[in-house]
């Protein structure tokens, strides 16, 4: 499980080191596509296995299940972490997720995600005062 909030730099290679407590988890190679909200999504193998195999199950015949699929799909790449424990984010990845500088990095149960600075402090703000209404909103999950 991916949990905490952590934050790095992408350097001028576009690399950016992984969290330490992150790397076991996604393991040697693992996926990163876009994500919602302007982020990036990056999950593990046998959670992206899992994901492609509900993906698959969407109606093709469905202009939704299309477009989600495409957009989900061909901005998915497959990385791998170098002797330092970073990653190289491909340049379309960082272009959708406006990432120039300064990441915010999280975990997210069984994902990891890449924020922009700038869009995960907006994210964060605007969606800071709705968090107790969207817990009412799930209490039927008891949590």
């Known amino acids: 499980m991916f949990m905490g909030e952590y934050r790095h730099n992408v350097d001028e290679k576009g690399r950016m080191i992984i969290p330490a407590k992150f790397r076991d988890g996604l393991g040697s190679s693992f996926v990163m596509t876009r994500g919602l909200d302007r982020c990036l999504f990056v ?3 046998e959670e992206w296995r899992k994901l492609e195999n509900q993906l698959k199950e969407l109606p093709f015949t ?3 299940a299309r ?3 495409r957009f989900f799909f061909s901005g998915a790449a ?3 972490l170098d002797k330092q424990g970073r990653v190289n984010i491909a340049s379309p990845l960082r272009e959708f997720a406006q990432l120039e500088k300064e990441c915010v990095i999280i975990g997210v149960s069984n994902r990891v995600e890449v924020w922009s600075k700038e869009n995960w402090e907006t994210y964060f703000a605007e969606s800071e005062d709705s968090f107790s ?3 009412e909103n799930i209490v039927d999950f008891d949590l």
């Open 43 to 45: 999950y593990p193998p």
């Open 67 to 69: 477009a989600f699929t």
């Open 133 to 135: 209404e969207i817990a």
């Open 62 to 64: 469905k202009k939704d």
């Open 78 to 80: 497959e990385c791998e």
